[in-house]
């Protein structure tokens, strides 16, 4: 997925579940970071701070991001900085804990 114009990306999940991710760079020195922020019962922003680099950046295993009908979901990416206007390419996987049988 390429972002365009610096617009955050939103995915509406199953159980009305929406999670929104905003890219953003602070001060360029400073390592990429992420922050988590819940905005009510059915939403949530991840902030990518400093994901800049052409060469790719994520996260190294997948993090937690809540629960659909009672099954942890999982979000595993990496991101590449394709221009300094802050285009990026974000390539992602979305992972569901499995059912017990």
Same mark, same amino acid.
């Given at each position: 997925? !390429?972002?365009?114009?610096?617009? $955050? @990306?939103?995915?509406?999940? $199953? &159980?009305?579940? /929406? *999670? /929104? ?17 819940? &905005? ?8 990518? !701070?400093?994901?800049?680099? $052409? ?7 997948? +993090? $937690? *991001?809540?629960? +659909? ?5 999982? @979000?595993?990416? +990496? *991101? %590449?900085?394709?221009?300094? &206007?802050g285009q990026? &390419?974000?390539? %992602?996987?979305? %992972? ?6």
């Amino acid at each position: 997925m !390429i972002t365009f114009n610096r617009e $955050p @990306l939103l995915f509406s999940l $199953p &159980d009305s579940l /929406q *999670v /929104q991710l905003l890219f953003s760079a602070l001060e360029a020195e400073k390592p990429n970071t992420m922050q988590f922020e819940k &905005d009510g019962k059915d939403r949530m922003t991840l902030r990518l !701070i400093n994901f800049n680099s $052409p060469m790719g950046s994520g996260s190294a295993k997948p +993090i $937690p *991001v809540g629960e +659909i009908e009672g099954r942890k979901l999982f @979000l595993n990416f +990496i *991101v %590449y900085a394709l221009s300094a &206007d802050g285009q990026k &390419d974000f390539h %992602y996987t979305w %992972y569901l804990e499995g059912e017990e049988s």
